[in-house]
T-cell receptor, first 115, second 111 residues
Framework: DSGVTQTPKHLITATGQRVTLRCSPR?????VYWYQQSLDQGLQFLIQ???????AKGNILERFSAQQFPDLHSELNLSSLELGDSALYFC??????????????FGPGTRLLVL | KNEVEQSPQNLTAQEGEFITINCSYS?????LHWLQQHPGGGIVSLFM???GKKKHGRLIATINIQEKHSSLHITASHPRDSAVYIC?????????????FGTGTSLTVIP
Protein backbone atom coordinates (compact mmCIF):
# COMPACT_ATOMS: atom_id res chain seq x y z
CA ASP A 1 0.00 0.00 0.00
CA SER A 2 1.57 3.25 -1.21
CA GLY A 3 -0.53 5.49 1.04
CA VAL A 4 -2.05 7.24 -1.97
CA THR A 5 -5.79 6.72 -2.34
CA GLN A 6 -7.95 7.22 -5.39
CA THR A 7 -11.69 7.13 -5.81
CA PRO A 8 -13.63 5.73 -7.47
CA LYS A 9 -11.85 2.54 -8.54
CA HIS A 10 -14.07 2.08 -11.56
CA LEU A 11 -16.24 4.50 -13.48
CA ILE A 12 -18.51 3.82 -16.42
CA THR A 13 -20.11 6.73 -18.17
CA ALA A 14 -21.36 7.89 -21.54
CA THR A 15 -19.87 10.14 -24.18
CA GLY A 16 -20.45 13.81 -23.54
CA GLN A 17 -20.61 13.40 -19.78
CA ARG A 18 -18.40 14.90 -17.09
CA VAL A 19 -16.66 12.99 -14.28
CA THR A 20 -14.45 13.85 -11.32
CA LEU A 21 -11.63 11.65 -10.11
CA ARG A 22 -10.30 12.16 -6.62
CA CYS A 23 -6.86 11.59 -5.15
CA SER A 24 -5.56 11.83 -1.59
CA PRO A 25 -1.76 11.96 -1.38
CA ARG A 26 0.42 10.30 1.23
CA UNK A 27 0.51 12.11 4.52
CA UNK A 28 3.06 14.91 4.30
CA UNK A 29 3.36 14.90 0.50
CA UNK A 30 2.81 18.30 -1.09
CA UNK A 31 3.03 17.32 -4.76
CA VAL A 32 0.36 15.49 -6.67
CA TYR A 33 0.71 14.21 -10.23
CA TRP A 34 -1.92 12.91 -12.60
CA TYR A 35 -1.14 10.33 -15.27
CA GLN A 36 -3.23 8.70 -17.97
CA GLN A 37 -2.58 5.17 -19.17
CA SER A 38 -4.36 4.13 -22.34
CA LEU A 39 -3.80 1.09 -24.52
CA ASP A 40 -2.48 3.05 -27.48
CA GLN A 41 -0.54 5.84 -25.71
CA GLY A 42 0.88 4.09 -22.67
CA LEU A 43 1.53 6.17 -19.55
CA GLN A 44 1.44 9.91 -20.06
CA PHE A 45 1.94 12.75 -17.62
CA LEU A 46 -1.04 15.10 -17.43
CA ILE A 47 -0.42 17.69 -14.73
CA GLN A 48 1.38 18.35 -11.44
CA UNK A 49 0.29 20.41 -8.46
CA UNK A 50 2.47 21.53 -5.61
CA UNK A 51 0.89 22.84 -2.41
CA UNK A 52 -2.21 24.01 -4.21
CA UNK A 53 -0.58 25.53 -7.26
CA UNK A 54 -0.08 24.14 -10.73
CA UNK A 55 3.61 23.37 -11.22
CA ALA A 56 3.88 21.55 -14.53
CA LYS A 57 1.63 20.64 -17.39
CA GLY A 58 1.95 17.74 -19.78
CA ASN A 59 -0.34 16.33 -22.40
CA ILE A 60 -3.55 17.42 -20.76
CA LEU A 61 -6.49 18.17 -23.01
CA GLU A 62 -8.42 21.43 -22.67
CA ARG A 63 -11.48 19.37 -21.73
CA PHE A 64 -9.59 18.20 -18.65
CA SER A 65 -8.82 20.28 -15.60
CA ALA A 66 -7.45 19.65 -12.15
CA GLN A 67 -7.01 21.37 -8.85
CA GLN A 68 -5.40 20.75 -5.49
CA PHE A 69 -7.29 21.81 -2.41
CA PRO A 70 -5.97 23.28 0.86
CA ASP A 71 -6.07 19.83 2.48
CA LEU A 72 -3.82 18.71 -0.42
CA HIS A 73 -6.24 16.30 -1.99
CA SER A 74 -6.62 16.71 -5.72
CA GLU A 75 -9.39 16.29 -8.24
CA LEU A 76 -9.15 15.66 -11.96
CA ASN A 77 -12.19 16.79 -13.91
CA LEU A 78 -12.86 15.28 -17.32
CA SER A 79 -15.62 16.82 -19.40
CA SER A 80 -17.26 16.27 -22.80
CA LEU A 81 -15.99 12.73 -22.57
CA GLU A 82 -15.09 10.83 -25.70
CA LEU A 83 -14.57 7.13 -26.29
CA GLY A 84 -10.82 7.74 -26.48
CA ASP A 85 -10.75 9.03 -22.92
CA SER A 86 -11.27 5.49 -21.68
CA ALA A 87 -8.12 4.74 -19.71
CA LEU A 88 -6.57 4.13 -16.34
CA TYR A 89 -5.96 7.39 -14.51
CA PHE A 90 -3.23 7.30 -11.89
CA CYS A 91 -2.45 9.79 -9.23
CA UNK A 92 0.98 9.88 -7.63
CA UNK A 93 2.39 11.95 -4.82
CA UNK A 94 5.80 13.00 -3.59
CA UNK A 95 7.23 15.20 -0.88
CA UNK A 96 7.63 18.02 -3.37
CA UNK A 97 11.23 19.07 -3.38
CA UNK A 98 13.37 19.38 -6.48
CA UNK A 99 15.69 16.70 -5.15
CA UNK A 100 17.01 14.50 -7.91
CA UNK A 101 15.90 11.20 -6.45
CA UNK A 102 12.53 12.15 -5.03
CA UNK A 103 10.34 9.09 -5.39
CA UNK A 104 6.75 9.22 -6.51
CA UNK A 105 4.20 6.93 -4.93
CA PHE A 106 1.37 5.76 -7.12
CA GLY A 107 -2.24 5.27 -6.20
CA PRO A 108 -4.21 2.21 -7.36
CA GLY A 109 -5.75 4.09 -10.27
CA THR A 110 -9.26 4.83 -11.49
CA ARG A 111 -10.40 2.81 -14.47
CA LEU A 112 -12.64 4.95 -16.68
CA LEU A 113 -14.77 3.43 -19.39
CA VAL A 114 -16.64 5.77 -21.73
CA LEU A 115 -19.42 4.09 -23.70
CA LYS B 1 10.79 15.06 -29.11
CA ASN B 2 12.10 13.36 -25.99
CA GLU B 3 11.96 9.63 -26.37
CA VAL B 4 12.27 6.75 -23.97
CA GLU B 5 12.71 3.36 -25.55
CA GLN B 6 12.58 0.00 -23.88
CA SER B 7 13.60 -3.43 -25.10
CA PRO B 8 12.47 -6.04 -25.40
CA GLN B 9 8.73 -5.33 -25.57
CA ASN B 10 7.90 -8.86 -24.48
CA LEU B 11 10.01 -11.38 -22.64
CA THR B 12 9.31 -14.95 -21.61
CA ALA B 13 11.75 -16.70 -19.30
CA GLN B 14 12.02 -19.95 -17.42
CA GLU B 15 12.03 -19.76 -13.66
CA GLY B 16 15.55 -19.21 -12.39
CA GLU B 17 16.83 -17.39 -15.46
CA PHE B 18 18.72 -14.10 -15.32
CA ILE B 19 16.71 -11.35 -16.97
CA THR B 20 17.77 -8.00 -18.42
CA ILE B 21 15.46 -5.21 -19.51
CA ASN B 22 16.92 -2.19 -21.27
CA CYS B 23 15.96 1.48 -21.40
CA SER B 24 17.46 4.13 -23.66
CA TYR B 25 16.68 7.82 -23.80
CA SER B 26 17.53 10.54 -26.24
CA UNK B 27 18.63 13.54 -24.15
CA UNK B 28 20.23 14.17 -20.80
CA UNK B 29 18.16 13.36 -17.75
CA UNK B 30 18.22 14.18 -14.05
CA UNK B 31 16.75 10.88 -12.84
CA LEU B 32 15.45 7.55 -14.03
CA HIS B 33 12.72 5.51 -12.40
CA TRP B 34 12.01 1.80 -12.80
CA LEU B 35 8.42 0.83 -12.11
CA GLN B 36 6.61 -2.48 -11.92
CA GLN B 37 2.99 -2.77 -12.99
CA HIS B 38 1.15 -5.85 -11.85
CA PRO B 39 -1.52 -7.57 -13.94
CA GLY B 40 -4.19 -5.90 -11.80
CA GLY B 41 -2.86 -2.49 -12.84
CA GLY B 42 -1.16 -1.28 -9.67
CA ILE B 43 2.18 0.49 -10.08
CA VAL B 44 5.06 0.03 -7.67
CA SER B 45 8.28 1.99 -7.63
CA LEU B 46 11.34 -0.28 -7.81
CA PHE B 47 14.29 2.07 -8.14
CA MET B 48 15.09 5.68 -8.72
CA UNK B 49 18.63 6.50 -9.74
CA UNK B 50 20.72 9.18 -11.33
CA UNK B 51 24.05 7.37 -11.54
CA GLY B 52 25.76 4.06 -10.87
CA LYS B 53 23.95 1.02 -9.59
CA LYS B 54 21.31 0.07 -7.04
CA LYS B 55 20.37 -3.35 -5.69
CA HIS B 56 17.33 -4.56 -3.82
CA GLY B 57 16.95 -8.26 -3.23
CA ARG B 58 17.07 -10.00 -6.61
CA LEU B 59 16.71 -6.74 -8.53
CA ILE B 60 19.60 -4.64 -9.79
CA ALA B 61 19.36 -1.36 -11.70
CA THR B 62 22.24 0.31 -13.46
CA ILE B 63 22.53 3.55 -15.36
CA ASN B 64 25.17 4.86 -17.75
CA ILE B 65 24.69 8.59 -18.09
CA GLN B 66 27.18 8.99 -20.94
CA GLU B 67 25.53 6.28 -23.02
CA LYS B 68 22.00 7.38 -22.00
CA HIS B 69 21.12 3.84 -21.07
CA SER B 70 19.78 1.96 -18.07
CA SER B 71 19.26 -1.72 -17.39
CA LEU B 72 17.08 -3.59 -14.94
CA HIS B 73 18.30 -7.06 -14.03
CA ILE B 74 16.38 -9.77 -12.24
CA THR B 75 18.42 -12.63 -10.87
CA ALA B 76 16.90 -16.07 -10.21
CA SER B 77 13.59 -15.06 -11.78
CA HIS B 78 10.37 -16.33 -10.29
CA PRO B 79 6.79 -16.53 -11.63
CA ARG B 80 5.79 -13.77 -9.21
CA ASP B 81 8.13 -11.45 -11.15
CA SER B 82 5.69 -11.64 -14.06
CA ALA B 83 4.60 -8.05 -14.65
CA VAL B 84 5.15 -5.08 -16.92
CA TYR B 85 8.34 -3.18 -16.16
CA ILE B 86 8.33 0.48 -17.09
CA CYS B 87 11.23 2.89 -17.37
CA UNK B 88 10.52 6.56 -16.74
CA UNK B 89 12.87 9.51 -17.05
CA UNK B 90 12.82 13.00 -15.61
CA UNK B 91 14.59 15.60 -17.65
CA UNK B 92 14.80 18.49 -15.23
CA UNK B 93 13.59 18.78 -11.64
CA UNK B 94 13.34 22.53 -12.01
CA UNK B 95 10.60 22.46 -14.63
CA UNK B 96 8.47 20.15 -12.58
CA UNK B 97 9.05 16.65 -11.33
CA UNK B 98 7.13 14.85 -14.04
CA UNK B 99 8.29 11.67 -15.70
CA UNK B 100 8.17 10.52 -19.29
CA PHE B 101 7.57 6.84 -19.76
CA GLY B 102 8.75 4.02 -21.94
CA THR B 103 6.18 1.67 -23.41
CA GLY B 104 7.03 -1.08 -20.96
CA THR B 105 8.43 -4.60 -21.10
CA SER B 106 5.97 -7.39 -20.43
CA LEU B 107 7.73 -10.19 -18.57
CA THR B 108 6.31 -13.68 -18.13
CA VAL B 109 8.25 -16.15 -16.01
CA ILE B 110 7.23 -19.74 -16.53
CA PRO B 111 7.57 -22.26 -13.67
Amino acid sequence: DSGVTQTPKHLITATGQRVTLRCSPRSGDLSVYWYQQSLDQGLQFLIQYYNGEERAKGNILERFSAQQFPDLHSELNLSSLELGDSALYFCASSVGTTAKLETQYFGPGTRLLVL
Amino acid sequence: KNEVEQSPQNLTAQEGEFITINCSYSVGISALHWLQQHPGGGIVSLFMLSSGKKKHGRLIATINIQEKHSSLHITASHPRDSAVYICAVRFSPFTGNQFYFGTGTSLTVIP
